[in-house]
Protein backbone atom coordinates (compact mmCIF):
# COMPACT_ATOMS: atom_id res chain seq x y z
CA UNK A 1 0.00 0.00 0.00
CA UNK A 2 1.06 3.24 -1.14
CA UNK A 3 2.41 5.46 1.83
CA UNK A 4 -0.12 8.54 1.10
CA UNK A 5 -2.98 5.57 1.36
CA UNK A 6 -1.76 4.16 5.07
CA UNK A 7 -1.69 8.22 5.68
CA UNK A 8 -4.99 9.09 4.80
CA UNK A 9 -6.38 5.71 6.43
CA UNK A 10 -4.75 6.41 9.90
CA UNK A 11 -6.19 10.00 9.86
CA UNK A 12 -10.01 9.17 9.06
CA UNK A 13 -9.49 6.56 11.77
CA UNK A 14 -8.33 9.73 13.90
CA UNK A 15 -10.64 12.03 13.27
CA UNK A 16 -13.27 9.26 13.93
CA UNK A 17 -11.73 7.88 17.25
CA UNK A 18 -11.57 11.27 18.12
CA UNK A 19 -15.05 13.03 17.19
CA UNK A 20 -15.68 16.22 19.16
CA UNK A 21 -18.06 18.59 18.06
CA UNK A 22 -16.70 21.70 16.72
CA UNK A 23 -16.19 23.90 18.76
CA UNK A 24 -17.98 26.50 17.95
CA UNK A 25 -21.14 24.42 17.63
CA UNK A 26 -22.51 24.26 20.76
CA UNK A 27 -25.22 21.58 21.39
CA UNK A 28 -27.69 20.18 24.01
CA UNK A 29 -26.59 16.64 25.74
CA UNK A 30 -29.70 15.32 25.21
CA UNK A 31 -32.64 15.55 22.64
CA UNK A 32 -36.23 13.55 24.07
CA UNK A 33 -38.86 13.20 21.50
CA UNK A 34 -41.86 12.42 22.83
CA UNK A 35 -45.38 11.19 21.09
CA UNK A 36 -48.17 11.15 22.67
CA UNK A 37 -50.36 8.58 20.85
CA UNK A 38 -53.88 9.75 20.13
CA UNK A 39 -53.40 13.32 21.54
CA UNK A 40 -55.99 15.92 20.47
CA UNK A 41 -53.93 19.29 20.69
CA UNK A 42 -57.28 20.21 23.18
CA UNK A 43 -56.39 17.82 25.79
CA UNK A 44 -53.36 20.36 26.79
CA UNK A 45 -56.37 22.81 28.16
CA UNK A 46 -59.42 20.36 28.68
CA UNK A 47 -57.78 19.03 31.55
CA UNK A 48 -55.83 21.97 32.78
CA UNK A 49 -57.44 22.36 36.02
CA UNK A 50 -56.62 18.49 36.79
CA UNK A 51 -53.12 18.49 35.57
CA UNK A 52 -50.00 19.24 38.09
CA UNK A 53 -47.12 21.72 37.81
CA UNK A 54 -44.46 19.33 36.66
CA UNK A 55 -45.83 17.58 33.48
CA UNK A 56 -47.58 19.24 30.67
CA UNK A 57 -48.26 22.33 32.34
CA UNK A 58 -44.52 22.89 32.80
CA UNK A 59 -43.72 22.42 28.78
CA UNK A 60 -46.65 25.10 28.42
CA UNK A 61 -45.44 27.65 30.95
CA UNK A 62 -42.08 27.47 29.89
CA UNK A 63 -41.63 26.54 26.66
CA UNK A 64 -42.53 26.81 23.39
CA UNK A 65 -46.09 26.22 22.30
CA UNK A 66 -47.20 25.61 18.62
CA UNK A 67 -51.13 26.29 18.70
CA UNK A 68 -51.77 25.53 15.27
CA UNK A 69 -49.52 22.58 14.46
CA UNK A 70 -51.36 19.99 12.04
CA UNK A 71 -50.59 16.94 9.87
CA UNK A 72 -50.01 18.42 6.38
CA UNK A 73 -51.43 14.65 4.67
CA UNK A 74 -54.29 11.62 5.14
CA UNK A 75 -55.09 9.16 6.64
CA UNK A 76 -53.73 10.53 9.89
CA UNK A 77 -52.52 6.97 11.56
CA UNK A 78 -49.63 6.15 14.12
CA UNK A 79 -47.15 4.56 11.70
CA UNK A 80 -47.33 7.53 9.13
CA UNK A 81 -47.43 10.13 11.82
CA UNK A 82 -44.61 8.74 13.97
CA UNK A 83 -42.32 8.14 10.32
CA UNK A 84 -43.31 11.91 9.66
CA UNK A 85 -42.49 13.61 12.65
CA UNK A 86 -38.68 11.80 12.85
CA UNK A 87 -38.11 12.46 8.66
CA UNK A 88 -39.66 15.72 8.12
CA UNK A 89 -41.74 14.43 5.28
CA UNK A 90 -44.80 13.11 4.22
CA UNK A 91 -45.96 9.31 3.66
CA UNK A 92 -45.55 10.50 -0.40
CA UNK A 93 -42.10 10.43 0.18
CA UNK A 94 -41.08 8.72 3.07
CA UNK A 95 -43.38 5.26 2.28
CA UNK A 96 -45.22 4.40 5.49
CA UNK A 97 -49.12 5.56 4.32
CA UNK A 98 -50.78 3.37 6.83
CA UNK A 99 -50.36 1.02 9.40
CA UNK A 100 -50.97 -1.74 7.24
CA UNK A 101 -51.66 -1.70 3.35
CA UNK A 102 -52.62 -3.88 0.80
CA UNK A 103 -49.53 -4.51 -1.36
CA UNK A 104 -51.07 -4.87 -5.02
CA UNK A 105 -47.47 -5.90 -6.50
CA UNK A 106 -47.49 -8.88 -3.51
CA UNK A 107 -50.99 -9.14 -3.50
CA UNK A 108 -51.39 -9.37 0.61
CA UNK A 109 -50.88 -6.92 3.07
CA UNK A 110 -48.11 -5.57 5.01
CA UNK A 111 -47.08 -4.27 8.44
CA UNK A 112 -45.47 -0.74 8.30
CA UNK A 113 -42.79 -2.29 10.65
CA UNK A 114 -43.11 -5.85 9.55
CA UNK A 115 -40.01 -8.17 8.32
CA UNK A 116 -39.95 -11.47 7.48
CA UNK A 117 -36.16 -11.59 7.55
CA UNK A 118 -36.29 -10.48 10.81
CA UNK A 119 -36.07 -12.42 14.08
CA UNK A 120 -37.66 -11.69 17.46
CA UNK A 121 -34.53 -11.17 20.03
CA UNK A 122 -35.61 -11.30 23.97
CA UNK A 123 -38.72 -13.30 23.31
CA UNK A 124 -40.26 -17.03 21.68
CA UNK A 125 -42.93 -14.93 19.62
CA UNK A 126 -42.89 -13.31 16.13
CA UNK A 127 -43.76 -9.78 18.10
CA UNK A 128 -39.93 -9.34 17.00
CA UNK A 129 -40.44 -9.96 13.49
CA UNK A 130 -39.92 -6.01 12.73
CA UNK A 131 -37.28 -3.41 11.17
CA UNK A 132 -37.58 -0.20 9.49
CA UNK A 133 -36.72 -1.25 5.82
CA UNK A 134 -40.48 -0.06 4.31
CA UNK A 135 -39.22 3.63 5.68
CA UNK A 136 -37.74 5.39 2.89
CA UNK A 137 -36.01 8.61 4.18
CA UNK A 138 -33.67 9.05 6.96
CA UNK A 139 -34.83 10.30 10.11
CA UNK A 140 -33.56 13.15 12.71
CA UNK A 141 -32.11 9.92 14.88
CA UNK A 142 -29.85 8.60 11.96
CA UNK A 143 -28.91 12.26 10.86
CA UNK A 144 -27.70 12.78 14.02
CA UNK A 145 -25.23 9.05 13.95
CA UNK A 146 -23.71 10.36 10.81
CA UNK A 147 -22.87 13.71 11.84
CA UNK A 148 -21.48 12.07 15.05
CA UNK A 149 -19.73 9.04 13.46
CA UNK A 150 -22.04 7.05 15.17
CA UNK A 151 -20.65 8.25 18.20
CA UNK A 152 -24.10 9.44 19.41
CA UNK A 153 -26.42 6.80 21.87
CA UNK A 154 -29.33 6.54 19.88
CA UNK A 155 -32.44 4.70 21.37
CA UNK A 156 -35.82 4.61 19.93
CA UNK A 157 -38.70 2.97 22.42
CA UNK A 158 -42.24 2.16 22.72
CA UNK A 159 -45.05 0.04 23.97
CA UNK A 160 -45.88 -0.07 20.34
CA UNK A 161 -43.60 -1.45 17.84
CA UNK A 162 -44.02 0.82 15.09
CA UNK A 163 -43.55 3.61 18.30
CA UNK A 164 -40.37 2.68 18.26
CA UNK A 165 -38.63 1.69 15.29
CA UNK A 166 -40.11 4.35 13.29
CA UNK A 167 -38.23 7.12 14.95
CA UNK A 168 -35.31 5.37 15.36
CA UNK A 169 -34.79 5.03 12.25
CA UNK A 170 -32.11 2.91 9.85
CA UNK A 171 -29.10 2.93 12.38
CA UNK A 172 -29.76 3.72 15.79
CA UNK A 173 -28.19 1.93 18.53
CA UNK A 174 -31.46 0.83 20.05
CA UNK A 175 -35.11 0.27 19.68
CA UNK A 176 -37.24 -1.60 21.88
CA UNK A 177 -40.53 -2.36 22.47
CA UNK A 178 -43.19 -4.15 24.45
CA UNK A 179 -44.15 -7.97 23.82
CA UNK A 180 -47.98 -8.04 24.97
CA UNK A 181 -47.60 -12.26 25.22
CA UNK A 182 -44.93 -12.15 28.11
CA UNK A 183 -44.65 -8.28 29.66
CA UNK A 184 -41.08 -8.08 28.31
CA UNK A 185 -39.39 -5.30 26.62
CA UNK A 186 -37.71 -7.03 23.14
CA UNK A 187 -35.93 -6.53 20.18
CA UNK A 188 -34.95 -7.86 16.44
CA UNK A 189 -31.92 -8.96 15.16
CA UNK A 190 -32.02 -5.92 12.96
CA UNK A 191 -30.60 -4.41 15.68
CA UNK A 192 -28.80 -6.65 17.66
CA UNK A 193 -28.46 -10.27 18.41
CA UNK A 194 -28.97 -10.65 22.13
CA UNK A 195 -30.58 -8.22 24.41
CA UNK A 196 -28.47 -5.98 26.17
CA UNK A 197 -27.71 -7.14 30.07
CA UNK A 198 -29.66 -4.16 31.47
CA UNK A 199 -32.70 -4.40 29.09
CA UNK A 200 -33.19 -7.95 30.54
CA UNK A 201 -32.34 -7.11 33.97
CA UNK A 202 -35.53 -4.45 33.70
CA UNK A 203 -37.69 -7.05 32.63
CA UNK A 204 -36.99 -9.54 35.37
CA UNK A 205 -38.25 -6.83 37.52
CA UNK A 206 -41.75 -8.01 36.91
CA UNK A 207 -42.95 -4.55 36.85
CA UNK A 208 -46.16 -5.37 34.98
CA UNK A 209 -47.21 -7.84 37.03
CA UNK A 210 -47.11 -5.38 39.99
CA UNK A 211 -49.29 -2.61 38.03
CA UNK A 212 -52.23 -5.63 36.70
CA UNK A 213 -52.34 -6.56 40.38
CA UNK A 214 -53.86 -3.40 41.57
CA UNK A 215 -57.02 -1.72 40.79
CA UNK A 216 -57.29 1.07 38.47
CA UNK A 217 -59.29 3.69 40.02
CA UNK A 218 -59.25 7.14 39.44
CA UNK A 219 -56.49 9.26 40.36
CA UNK A 220 -58.50 12.45 41.82
CA UNK A 221 -62.21 11.80 43.72
CA UNK A 222 -64.94 10.61 40.64
CA UNK A 223 -66.91 14.47 41.17
CA UNK A 224 -63.12 16.16 39.77
CA UNK A 225 -63.75 14.60 36.70
CA UNK A 226 -66.36 17.26 35.24
CA UNK A 227 -64.40 17.67 31.83
CA UNK A 228 -65.74 14.15 30.51
CA UNK A 229 -69.12 13.28 30.91
CA UNK A 230 -70.39 10.87 33.28
CA UNK A 231 -68.73 7.41 33.70
CA UNK A 232 -71.84 5.48 32.94
CA UNK A 233 -72.06 7.08 29.51
CA UNK A 234 -72.68 5.10 26.39
CA UNK A 235 -70.57 4.06 23.29
CA UNK A 236 -67.81 2.67 25.66
CA UNK A 237 -66.30 -0.87 24.91
CA UNK A 238 -65.65 -2.77 28.46
CA UNK A 239 -62.67 -4.91 28.71
CA UNK A 240 -62.87 -8.29 27.24
CA UNK A 241 -65.14 -10.79 28.89
CA UNK A 242 -66.25 -7.85 31.32
CA UNK A 243 -69.53 -6.38 31.25
CA UNK A 244 -68.71 -2.60 33.19
CA UNK A 245 -67.15 0.20 31.93
CA UNK A 246 -66.92 1.95 35.18
CA UNK A 247 -64.63 2.84 37.84
CA UNK A 248 -63.16 1.15 39.47
CA UNK A 249 -61.22 -2.17 37.12
CA UNK A 250 -60.33 -4.85 39.08
CA UNK A 251 -57.53 -5.53 37.21
CA UNK A 252 -55.84 -8.56 38.50
CA UNK A 253 -59.71 -10.26 38.16
CA UNK A 254 -60.23 -8.63 34.93
CA UNK A 255 -56.91 -10.97 33.93
CA UNK A 256 -58.08 -14.11 34.91
CA UNK A 257 -61.99 -14.08 33.19
CA UNK A 258 -62.26 -16.44 30.27
CA UNK A 259 -65.20 -16.81 28.38
CA UNK A 260 -65.86 -19.13 25.13
CA UNK A 261 -61.82 -19.75 25.17
CA UNK A 262 -61.38 -16.56 24.94
CA UNK A 263 -59.77 -14.48 27.90
CA UNK A 264 -57.12 -11.58 28.74
CA UNK A 265 -54.01 -11.72 30.62
CA UNK A 266 -52.23 -8.91 32.35
CA UNK A 267 -49.35 -8.33 29.53
CA UNK A 268 -52.29 -8.02 26.56
CA UNK A 269 -54.88 -5.83 29.14
CA UNK A 270 -51.68 -3.53 30.38
CA UNK A 271 -51.60 -1.22 27.46
CA UNK A 272 -55.20 0.01 27.72
CA UNK A 273 -54.77 0.81 31.36
CA UNK A 274 -52.45 4.30 32.82
CA UNK A 275 -49.65 2.15 33.45
CA UNK A 276 -48.44 1.04 29.96
CA UNK A 277 -47.52 4.24 30.43
CA UNK A 278 -45.68 4.07 33.63
CA UNK A 279 -44.19 1.64 32.36
CA UNK A 280 -42.43 3.33 29.67
CA UNK A 281 -41.83 6.26 31.91
CA UNK A 282 -39.17 3.67 34.23
CA UNK A 283 -37.76 2.02 31.06
CA UNK A 284 -37.09 5.08 29.69
CA UNK A 285 -35.15 6.34 32.88
CA UNK A 286 -33.24 2.75 33.12
CA UNK A 287 -32.29 3.15 29.32
CA UNK A 288 -30.11 6.79 30.28
CA UNK A 289 -28.82 5.44 33.08
CA UNK A 290 -27.64 2.12 31.53
CA UNK A 291 -26.57 3.62 28.51
CA UNK A 292 -25.15 6.44 30.24
CA UNK A 293 -26.91 9.52 27.69
CA UNK A 294 -26.61 12.60 28.10
CA UNK A 295 -22.96 12.32 30.07
CA UNK A 296 -20.79 14.24 27.79
CA UNK A 297 -20.44 16.64 25.22
CA UNK A 298 -21.63 14.27 22.01
CA UNK A 299 -25.36 14.86 22.01
CA UNK A 300 -27.70 11.31 21.84
CA UNK A 301 -31.17 10.81 21.29
CA UNK A 302 -33.82 8.97 22.72
CA UNK A 303 -37.33 8.74 21.45
CA UNK A 304 -40.12 7.69 23.60
CA UNK A 305 -43.68 7.08 22.36
CA UNK A 306 -46.48 6.80 24.98
CA UNK A 307 -49.04 4.34 23.37
CA UNK A 308 -51.84 3.81 26.46
CA UNK A 309 -53.49 7.22 25.49
CA UNK A 310 -54.26 5.59 22.06
CA UNK A 311 -55.61 2.43 23.57
CA UNK A 312 -57.55 4.14 26.15
CA UNK A 313 -59.20 6.36 23.38
CA UNK A 314 -60.21 3.66 20.73
CA UNK A 315 -62.27 1.77 23.55
CA UNK A 316 -63.79 4.56 25.39
CA UNK A 317 -63.76 7.54 23.35
CA UNK A 318 -62.75 10.83 23.77
CA UNK A 319 -65.33 12.23 26.61
CA UNK A 320 -64.65 9.04 29.02
CA UNK A 321 -63.51 9.72 32.67
CA UNK A 322 -61.09 6.72 31.72
CA UNK A 323 -59.45 8.77 28.56
CA UNK A 324 -59.30 11.56 31.17
CA UNK A 325 -57.29 9.74 33.79
CA UNK A 326 -54.67 8.28 31.47
CA UNK A 327 -53.89 12.09 30.58
CA UNK A 328 -54.05 12.64 34.30
CA UNK A 329 -51.50 10.32 35.01
CA UNK A 330 -49.37 10.57 32.28
CA UNK A 331 -49.29 14.01 33.68
CA UNK A 332 -48.01 13.05 36.62
CA UNK A 333 -45.33 10.21 35.09
CA UNK A 334 -43.83 13.34 32.53
CA UNK A 335 -43.31 15.04 35.85
CA UNK A 336 -41.77 12.64 37.89
CA UNK A 337 -39.32 11.74 34.42
CA UNK A 338 -38.58 15.33 34.21
CA UNK A 339 -37.71 16.00 37.70
CA UNK A 340 -35.59 12.59 37.00
CA UNK A 341 -33.96 14.27 33.82
CA UNK A 342 -33.23 17.45 35.68
CA UNK A 343 -31.70 16.05 39.02
CA UNK A 344 -29.53 13.69 36.60
CA UNK A 345 -28.60 15.83 33.70
CA UNK A 346 -30.14 19.19 34.32
CA UNK A 347 -32.88 20.16 32.37
CA UNK A 348 -31.05 23.36 30.91
CA UNK A 349 -29.06 20.88 28.72
CA UNK A 350 -31.80 18.74 27.29
CA UNK A 351 -33.86 19.56 23.91
CA UNK A 352 -37.49 18.18 24.54
CA UNK A 353 -40.10 18.42 22.34
CA UNK A 354 -43.27 16.55 22.30
CA UNK A 355 -45.91 16.16 19.55
CA UNK A 356 -48.57 13.35 19.02
CA UNK A 357 -49.08 11.09 15.37
CA UNK A 358 -52.34 11.84 15.30
CA UNK A 359 -55.38 13.22 17.06
CA UNK A 360 -59.19 11.65 17.56
CA UNK A 361 -62.37 12.37 16.40
CA UNK A 362 -65.58 12.56 18.20
CA UNK A 363 -67.66 9.50 19.62
CA UNK A 364 -69.86 9.50 16.71
CA UNK A 365 -72.71 7.97 18.64
CA UNK A 366 -72.88 11.38 20.86
CA UNK A 367 -72.44 13.87 18.48
CA UNK A 368 -75.19 12.60 15.68
CA UNK A 369 -75.79 14.31 14.26
CA UNK A 370 -74.36 15.36 12.04
CA UNK A 371 -71.28 12.84 12.87
CA UNK A 372 -72.31 8.69 12.04
CA UNK A 373 -71.11 5.46 11.24
CA UNK A 374 -70.14 4.66 8.13
CA UNK A 375 -70.81 1.00 6.90
CA UNK A 376 -68.08 -0.29 5.11
CA UNK A 377 -68.77 -3.87 4.58
CA UNK A 378 -72.34 -2.81 3.14
CA UNK A 379 -70.69 0.04 0.87
CA UNK A 380 -68.00 -2.75 -0.82
CA UNK A 381 -70.44 -5.50 -0.99
CA UNK A 382 -72.70 -3.40 -2.77
CA UNK A 383 -70.20 -1.49 -4.66
CA UNK A 384 -68.55 -4.91 -6.04
CA UNK A 385 -72.08 -6.49 -6.92
CA UNK A 386 -73.33 -3.12 -8.92
CA UNK A 387 -69.80 -3.00 -10.96
CA UNK A 388 -70.29 -6.81 -11.73
CA UNK A 389 -73.66 -6.12 -12.81
CA UNK A 390 -72.29 -3.28 -14.97
CA UNK A 391 -69.40 -4.48 -16.34
CA UNK A 392 -69.59 -8.45 -16.12
CA UNK A 393 -66.56 -8.36 -14.41
CA UNK A 394 -64.83 -8.16 -10.81
CA UNK A 395 -63.08 -5.35 -11.14
CA UNK A 396 -62.54 -4.46 -7.31
CA UNK A 397 -58.99 -6.31 -6.33
CA UNK A 398 -58.96 -4.33 -2.43
CA UNK A 399 -60.60 -2.48 -0.58
CA UNK A 400 -58.64 -1.32 2.85
CA UNK A 401 -57.96 2.18 4.72
CA UNK A 402 -60.82 3.94 2.08
CA UNK A 403 -58.33 3.10 -0.29
CA UNK A 404 -59.84 1.31 -3.53
CA UNK A 405 -57.79 -1.02 -5.38
CA UNK A 406 -58.75 -1.48 -9.24
CA UNK A 407 -58.12 -4.77 -10.78
CA UNK A 408 -55.40 -4.84 -14.12
CA UNK A 409 -57.12 -5.66 -16.89
CA UNK A 410 -56.83 -4.27 -20.31
CA UNK A 411 -60.46 -5.58 -21.03
CA UNK A 412 -61.70 -2.84 -18.19
CA UNK A 413 -63.13 0.50 -19.12
CA UNK A 414 -61.69 2.20 -16.42
CA UNK A 415 -63.14 5.85 -17.66
CA UNK A 416 -66.62 3.71 -17.18
CA UNK A 417 -66.16 2.20 -13.74
CA UNK A 418 -64.08 5.21 -11.91
CA UNK A 419 -67.29 7.58 -13.25
CA UNK A 420 -69.47 4.78 -11.37
CA UNK A 421 -67.73 4.64 -8.30
CA UNK A 422 -68.05 8.43 -7.84
CA UNK A 423 -71.19 8.54 -8.53
CA UNK A 424 -72.11 5.28 -6.44
CA UNK A 425 -70.15 7.23 -3.57
CA UNK A 426 -71.66 10.29 -3.00
CA UNK A 427 -75.25 8.98 -2.67
CA UNK A 428 -74.13 6.77 0.31
CA UNK A 429 -74.34 7.51 3.96
CA UNK A 430 -71.47 9.40 4.66
CA UNK A 431 -69.31 9.03 2.36
CA UNK A 432 -68.38 12.55 0.60
CA UNK A 433 -66.44 12.12 -2.75
CA UNK A 434 -64.10 9.35 -4.40
CA UNK A 435 -61.22 10.75 -5.19
CA UNK A 436 -58.68 9.64 -8.33
CA UNK A 437 -55.34 9.46 -6.89
CA UNK A 438 -54.01 9.37 -10.46
CA UNK A 439 -55.30 13.06 -11.48
CA UNK A 440 -56.25 15.38 -8.71
CA UNK A 441 -56.77 17.48 -11.47
CA UNK A 442 -60.39 16.10 -10.78
CA UNK A 443 -60.73 16.30 -7.20
CA UNK A 444 -63.60 18.41 -6.70
CA UNK A 445 -63.20 18.99 -2.57
CA UNK A 446 -61.49 21.78 -0.76
CA UNK A 447 -58.17 22.51 -2.61
CA UNK A 448 -56.50 22.16 0.91
CA UNK A 449 -58.01 18.22 1.44
CA UNK A 450 -57.04 17.08 -1.89
CA UNK A 451 -53.76 18.61 -1.06
CA UNK A 452 -53.66 16.29 2.50
CA UNK A 453 -54.77 13.27 0.62
CA UNK A 454 -52.06 13.48 -2.05
CA UNK A 455 -49.57 14.12 0.75
CA UNK A 456 -50.36 10.54 2.03
CA UNK A 457 -50.46 8.27 -0.53
CA UNK A 458 -47.35 6.93 -2.57
CA UNK A 459 -48.01 5.41 -6.07
CA UNK A 460 -47.02 1.42 -5.80
CA UNK A 461 -48.04 1.54 -2.45
CA UNK A 462 -51.54 3.16 -2.50
CA UNK A 463 -55.09 2.05 -4.10
CA UNK A 464 -56.56 4.35 -7.22
CA UNK A 465 -59.41 5.88 -5.60
CA UNK A 466 -60.02 7.47 -1.80
CA UNK A 467 -63.15 7.73 -0.38
CA UNK A 468 -63.22 10.60 1.60
CA UNK A 469 -65.89 10.28 4.52
CA UNK A 470 -68.13 13.59 5.85
CA UNK A 471 -67.44 15.08 8.87
CA UNK A 472 -67.53 13.24 12.06
CA UNK A 473 -67.96 10.09 10.07
CA UNK A 474 -66.02 7.02 11.25
CA UNK A 475 -66.24 3.48 10.73
CA UNK A 476 -69.42 1.04 11.95
CA UNK A 477 -66.34 -1.53 13.63
CA UNK A 478 -66.46 2.03 16.61
CA UNK A 479 -70.55 1.63 16.99
CA UNK A 480 -70.03 -0.45 20.18
CA UNK A 481 -68.08 2.05 21.48
CA UNK A 482 -65.13 3.87 21.45
CA UNK A 483 -63.55 6.49 18.58
CA UNK A 484 -60.52 6.10 15.58
CA UNK A 485 -58.56 9.05 13.41
CA UNK A 486 -57.41 8.60 10.01
CA UNK A 487 -59.46 11.68 8.58
CA UNK A 488 -58.10 14.80 7.25
CA UNK A 489 -60.40 16.93 9.44
CA UNK A 490 -58.73 19.05 12.47
CA UNK A 491 -60.00 17.01 14.93
CA UNK A 492 -57.60 14.13 13.71
CA UNK A 493 -54.99 16.38 12.55
CA UNK A 494 -54.02 19.39 14.93
CA UNK A 495 -52.21 18.19 17.13
CA UNK A 496 -49.95 19.74 20.08
CA UNK A 497 -46.25 20.67 19.12
CA UNK A 498 -44.22 21.69 21.64
CA UNK A 499 -40.37 22.66 22.56
CA UNK A 500 -38.78 23.02 25.78
CA UNK A 501 -34.96 22.86 27.30
CA UNK A 502 -32.27 23.63 26.11
CA UNK A 503 -32.18 27.45 24.87
CA UNK A 504 -35.87 27.63 24.60
CA UNK A 505 -37.27 30.39 25.75
CA UNK A 506 -41.03 30.64 26.20
CA UNK A 507 -43.30 31.52 23.67
CA UNK A 508 -46.90 31.19 21.59
CA UNK A 509 -47.15 30.61 18.35
CA UNK A 510 -50.50 30.92 16.95
CA UNK A 511 -49.16 30.64 13.52
CA UNK A 512 -50.09 27.32 11.06
CA UNK A 513 -47.27 25.24 11.15
CA UNK A 514 -46.88 21.09 10.47
CA UNK A 515 -45.52 18.32 12.23
CA UNK A 516 -42.67 18.15 8.94
CA UNK A 517 -41.42 21.30 10.10
CA UNK A 518 -40.27 19.85 13.55
CA UNK A 519 -37.35 17.57 11.70
CA UNK A 520 -35.83 20.41 9.81
CA UNK A 521 -36.45 22.71 13.27
CA UNK A 522 -34.39 19.94 15.14
CA UNK A 523 -31.46 19.42 12.42
CA UNK A 524 -31.12 23.11 12.53
CA UNK A 525 -30.70 23.47 16.52
CA UNK A 526 -27.80 20.81 15.81
CA UNK A 527 -26.43 22.27 13.05
CA UNK A 528 -26.74 19.20 11.02
CA UNK A 529 -28.25 17.92 7.47
CA UNK A 530 -31.68 17.26 7.19
CA UNK A 531 -33.34 13.83 7.37
CA UNK A 532 -32.94 12.69 3.30
CA UNK A 533 -36.74 13.35 2.20
CA UNK A 534 -37.14 16.13 4.36
CA UNK A 535 -39.79 18.74 2.95
CA UNK A 536 -40.93 20.75 5.57
CA UNK A 537 -39.27 24.28 6.98
CA UNK A 538 -37.41 25.70 9.49
CA UNK A 539 -39.94 27.11 12.74
CA UNK A 540 -38.35 30.22 12.67
CA UNK A 541 -40.15 32.07 14.90
CA UNK A 542 -38.64 29.25 17.73
CA UNK A 543 -35.51 31.05 17.38
CA UNK A 544 -36.30 34.42 16.71
CA UNK A 545 -38.54 34.03 19.76
Not at 76 to 97: D, E, M, R
Not at 248 to 260: A, C, G, N, Q
Not at 419 to 447: M, R, V, Y
Request: aromatic share 12%; net charge negative.
Amino acid sequence: MKLHSILSLLFIAFCTFNYQPPSTQEQPKLIIGIVVDQMRYDYLYKYWDDYGDKGFKRLLQEGYVLHDGHYQYAPTFTGPGHASIYTGTSPNVHGIIANDWYDPIAKEYVNCAGDNDANTVGSESYNGKMSPHRLLSTTLVDQLELATNHRAKTIGISIKDRGAILPAGHHPDGAYWYDKTNGRFITSDYYCEKLPDWVSEFNERRLVDEYMAQTWNTLLPLDRYDESLPDDKPFERPFINTADNTFPYDLEKISTLVRFGIKNTPYNLLPATPFGNTLLKEFAKTVIDAEDMGSDQIPDFLTMSFSSTDYAGHQFGNFSVEVQDVYLRLDKDLGEFFDYLDQKIGLKNILIFLSADHGATDVAGLVSPPGGYFRANGFETALKHQLKELTGKDVIENISNQQIYLVKNDNIDYNQVIEFIKSFTIKFPGAKEAIELNDFSKCIEDQRICDLIRNGIMPGRSGDLYVQLQPGWVSESYLKGGTTHGSTYPQDTHVPILFYGWHVKHGDNYHRNYIRDIAPTVSAILKISRPSGATGLVIEDLFNN
